[in-house]
Every structure is written in structure tokens, then in C-alpha cells.
């Protein structure tokens, strides 16, 4: 079951802020974000794993609500190198399968200088 | 760092023939999968695969696809029979299991653009 992405594209001035949304219609085991340049292949930012759980690296954080059907990517003060499509990855479905992970339908967003 | 290496980058077919594509996973990743990414689409799950056989495939993944790992290295998809929707870039991807799948990267390869004429 494909999760749900908003919004579609975002367009920023460089030391703006972003959120993008994750939203699944059930519980979730995971979810993952990636973001991908053009051309190139889906690079792997981070894991949440737990209800109310946040986390981050730099100025691109995350958090996982409580029930574990929404997630938010948060990019703050936003750089040039930012600009990239942003997919979340949800794996709804563990049990005889791996939990594949299935990607929403991506953001893209563009930093402007 | 290790990582997924895919040949060939750019792959050009005429419609109904046959194309291979190839992956070297890392060496001592255990979860293999494809996926697929139409141009300016979502990345698309097709397959996963583990221990010699497919654990999972989609819808897309009809009789036209099949995987093999021919050999301790390659991971190989093959279109028996291109169509033009087919065209799309094909990235595969290892996962090393650690505890639970679930809660473990995926590692890209730089992908094969596919190009059905």
C-alpha cells in the first residue's frame, strides 16, 4: 500500500524551511526517507522506527507520530544542495515477506539562491 | 565504502527483444531487490529475493520479468519480450539483514537506463 505524499513540489529561497508529509492509512512498521538528484540513484537519509520517535543529522530531521501512520521531514535553513526529489519509504508488512519497502510519489524540491 | 554497481548504464532495445541487466550487490548483503523508476515518476518496487528464490514481486513484475543470481556475485533481470512501456531507469538494490529487514537501509546502484525503441 503506496503512502501518501504532500506536497507534490516545493520551490525555496536558500535559509528557508520545508516540511514534507508522510501518511499511510495503517500502522507502519517503518519508514524511510531518501532523496534523489537527478540521474542519480536514491540516497538513504534516515530510519524512524517508533512512535513519537524524532530524529536527525544536521538541519534535516524527522519525526514518526505516535500511532506510526505519519511522518515529517523536516529541512531547516535549507542549502543549494538540498534541491533533490525526497521519497518516503514505508514497510507496512512484515511477516513471511522481507517488509518490502514501498516509496510514495516523491517531492520535489527546488532551492533557489 | 562498498556499494551496488549496475551494467550497463544505458541500455537501448528494440521492442520485442530480450535485455539482461546486470548487479553486483555488496558482497555481504543477503536481500536483493529491483526496482523501477519511469522518468519524473515515484521509484517502483518490482521484486525481492533471497536466498535463490523471489520472496516478492508486484504487479508489474509479470511473466515478461525474471531474476537470477547466476552465480555468488551477479544479480540479473531479464525482459523477455520489451515493450515500450517498459522503458524506464532499473535500479537495484542490497540490503544486509541485521535483526529485522525493517529497520535497514536499502543501497542503491547508480541504475540502467532502459530505453525500448
Known amino acids: 500500500q503506496q503512502p501518501v505524499q504532500s506536497p507534490q513540489a516545493v520551490i525555496l529561497r536558500e535559509g528557508e524551511d520545508a516540511v514534507i508529509n508522510c501518511s499511510s492509512s495503517k500502522a507502519l512498521y517503518s519508514v524511510h526517507w531518501y532523496r534523489q538528484k537527478h540521474g542519480e540513484a536514491p540516497v538513504f537519509l534516515m530510519i524512524l522506527l517508533k512512535g513519537g520517535e524524532q530524529k536527525g543529522h544536521d538541519k534535516i530531521s524527522a519525526s514518526f507520530n505516535e500511532k506510526k501512520q505519519q511522518s515529517s521531514l523536516y529541512l531547516t535553513a535549507s542549502q543549494l544542495s538540498y534541491s533533490g526529489t525526497y521519497f518516503c519509504?514505508?514497510?507496512?508488512?512484515?511477516?513471511?515477506?522481507?517488509?518490502?519497502?514501498?516509496f510514495g510519489k516523491g517531492t520535489k524540491l527546488s532551492v533557489k539562491p | 565504502e562498498p556499494e551496488v554497481t549496475q551494467t550497463p548504464s544505458h541500455q537501448v532495445t528494440q521492442m520485442g527483444q530480450e535485455v539482461i541487466l546486470r548487479c553486483v550487490p555488496i558482497?555481504?548483503?543477503?536481500?536483493f531487490y529491483w526496482y523501477r523508476q519511469i522518468l519524473g515518476q515515484k521509484v517502483e518496487f518490482l521484486v525481492s529475493f533471497y536466498n535463490n528464490e523471489i520472496s516478492e514481486k508486484s504487479e508489474i513484475f509479470d511473466d515478461q520479468f525474471s531474476v537470477e543470481r547466476p552465480d555468488g556475485s551477479n544479480f540479473t533481470l531479464k525482459i523477455r519480450s520489451t515493450k515500450l512501456e517498459d522503458s524506464a531507469m532499473y535500479f537495484c538494490a542490497s540490503l544486509l539483514r541485521q535483526g529485522a529487514t525493517y529497520n535497514s537501509p536499502l543501497h542503491f546502484g547508480n541504475g540502467t537506463r532502459l530505453t525500448v525503441t
Open positions: 558482497s555481504n548483503h543477503l536481500y
Open positions: 519509504g514505508t514497510v507496512s508488512n512484515y511477516g513471511g515477506s522481507q517488509g518490502n519497502l514501498i
